[in-house]
């Protein structure tokens, strides 16, 4: 997968983002666009250079707005779609899956997410970045988030995608950092 596939990608999710018509709001199908931006948290042998700026959509078809006890929020996912995008030409990837939320204040939440992704990692040079093994790929994340306002909140984000040892080569795909969500 080029680069111009993964920028047309979040060329989409931002004009996804920007089309919250007050019927999609009113429904509340599209319930939260993210923008965020992380590093690599490998190891020396395969850290991954530059900055991975990310954009994720999160839509409530399951209505996890108005779930009220913790076994309530997880049985109400939220689905996900996103895209990391490597600024050195590192390996990006795209993602989608399924994200639960639980409230631990009326202002603090954790996130955790699972699915899957698909990266354009080089997997012919050994020396090249992290070996992930193969192109598909579970992805897995985690937050602390703080809700600002009713609409607007901060993050600190851990993502990693990895092949399960299903292929022979599984460095993994590691990162950390921060992201700005705004609710609808």
Not at 51 to 60: C, G, K, L, M, Q
Request: hydrophobic residues 40%; contains cysteine; negative net charge.
């Amino acid at each position: 997968m080029n680069k111009a596939l993964f920028g047309s990608f979040i060329g989409a999710l931002v004009a996804a983002s920007a089309m919250t018509s007050s019927a999609f709001a009113q429904e509340h199908l599209l319930d939260e666009v993210r923008i965020g931006v992380s590093g690599s948290i490998q190891s020396k042998s395969t850290f991954e250079s530059g900055a991975f700026p990310s954009a994720t959509v999160f839509f409530d078809p399951f209505d996890q707005r108005h779930a009220q006890s913790f076994m309530d929020h997880m049985l109400r996912p939220r689905v996900h779609v996103g895209a990391i995008v490597s600024t050195a030409g590192e390996a990006s990837q795209v993602y989608a899956g399924f994200t639960w939320t639980a409230p631990i204040t009326d202002r603090i939440f954790v996130d955790l997410g699972f699915g899957g992704a698909f990266n354009n990692a080089n997997l012919d040079k050994p020396n090249d970045g992290p070996q992930v093994g193969c192109h598909v790929l579970f992805h897995e994340s985690a937050a602390l988030g703080y809700n600002i306002t009713e609409n607007w909140r901060v993050l600190a984000t851990v993502e990693h995608s990895s092949n399960a040892d299903l292929c022979d080569n599984n460095d993994g795909l590691s990162y950390a950092g921060i992201a700005i969500g705004y609710k609808f």
